[in-house]
């Protein structure tokens, strides 16, 4: 009986890690809090850049706040929590852990996985100094525990819109990323914003699949 339990164990788990990914390589994530201590305005008032960041671990549950404010499903329907032309969220985003940067959190690279909510790791080892050497050599950006990448594979929304599905995914990096600002405020945390970065060297670096062009960086840790 315990062997066959096993085995229906084995089959359900196939099913439900999306297909290619080792269940070793993905990390499923706590919930994300629906309701916080720090109002909108409160986050807005007091939302600044910061570039210089304390060395200071991050926890997982920090972690699921974050990309769920800034990609997360909000909706049965697979609406999430920034607007994106005919819902076709063209945008991907991944999560760059340094050295101690998430507790119980290996260093890496890790694509967040709205469906789930899970990071599935993309390459191991820490990349935070390689990535500000492609970002012109910002080294302030290695200082911080992780970085948000936010990449885009633009045919998804240029395939209904055409050309303006370029601007439109534009826009939507700009609603995630303002998202993922206020977030870290209303957890007291900082977050840095980068745009200036060499875009070959970069999607070298993190290992980008072909189609996913890399957009914008947003350092966050402690201040």
């Known amino acids: 009986m315990n062997l066959l339990w096993g085995l229906i164990m084995?089959?359900?788990?196939?099913f439900l890690q999306?297909?290619?990914?080792?269940?070793?390589?993905?990390?499923?994530?706590?919930?994300p809090a629906l309701k916080g201590s720090v109002s909108v305005e409160e986050a807005l008032q007091a939302r600044r850049t910061v570039r210089r960041f304390a060395s200071r671990s991050l926890d997982l549950q920090q972690i699921s706040q974050l990309l769920w404010a800034t990609q997360g499903i909000t909706d049965p329907r697979g609406l999430r929590t920034a607007p994106s032309a005919g819902a076709t969220y063209p945008l991907e985003i991944y999560l760059v852990v340094g050295d101690h940067g998430v507790t119980g959190l290996a260093p890496g690279i890790y694509r967040y996985l709205p469906k789930?909510?899970?990071?599935e790791l993309t390459l191991k080892g820490d990349y935070?100094?390689?990535?500000?050497?492609a970002c012109l050599g910002q080294s302030w950006m290695a200082?911080?525990?992780?970085?948000?990448?936010?990449?885009a594979e633009f045919k998804r929304c240029t395939a209904r819109y055409g050309n303006r599905?370029?601007?439109y995914t534009h826009m939507e990096v700009g609603h995630a990323g303002e998202n993922l600002f206020l977030q870290t405020q209303a957890l007291r945390l900082a977050a840095g914003i980068v745009g200036a970065f060499t875009d070959q060297a970069l999607s070298h670096t993190l290992n980008l699949p072909r189609e996913h062009e890399p957009l914008l960086i947003m350092p966050v840790g402690y201040k």
Do not use: S
């Open 165 to 167: 599905g370029v601007m």
């Open 143 to 151: 200082t911080a525990p992780v970085m948000v990448v936010f990449a």
């Open 116 to 119: 789930g909510h899970a990071l």
């Open 18 to 31: 999306p297909p290619g990914v080792e269940a070793a390589d993905l990390v499923k994530l706590p919930p």
């Open 128 to 133: 935070r100094a390689p990535v500000a050497r």
């Open 10 to 14: 084995i089959i359900f788990g196939m």
